[in-house]
């Protein structure tokens, strides 16, 4: 099966208000590969933080930008990518990164790494910035 048969990408607009379309998608595909309710929360909660980080200082001084979520579904794992093409950071450069310090900004990317088993943060070729979780399934 082609991979692409087996991704799911939805484009928002980065505004927090439509955050909630990309829970509702992850829901959908929930249907598609049965999940656990719990692993279904995990898996909301992670992708809320990401897309909030990419709305909340991707775009800055309100330009207009976009947040482009990939759900990619495997037998055994569920991917979610969440990009925009923002003004990018350095990985290095997270509050909490290494440093034990969760305020603010940090303590997103703290609550992803603990309810993903497999988290990628950094930068678009064409720029901006991308964050990629992966939860394995039980079969």
Do not use: W
């Amino acid at each position: 099966m082609d991979p692409q048969d087996r991704s799911v990408r939805l484009t928002i607009p980065a505004k927090a208000e439509y955050i909630t379309l990309g829970r509702l998608a992850l829901t959908a595909i929930a249907r598609v590969r049965p999940l656990s309710e719990e692993t279904l929360s995990d898996l909301k909660l992670a992708l809320t933080e990401a897309c909030t980080n990419s709305v909340r200082h991707a775009y800055r001084e309100g330009r207009a930008g976009k947040v482009e979520i990939v759900y990619q579904i495997e037998p055994d794992r569920l991917a979610v990518e969440v990009a925009d093409d923002g003004e990018g950071f350095e990985p290095a450069d997270l509050v909490g990164e290494g440093n034990g310090d969760l305020s603010e900004g940090g303590l997103g990317i703290a609550i992803i790494r603990a309810l993903a088993d497999e988290v990628e943060i950094g930068e678009r070729e064409s720029g901006g910035s991308r964050l990629r979780f992966v939860k394995f399934l039980d079969e």
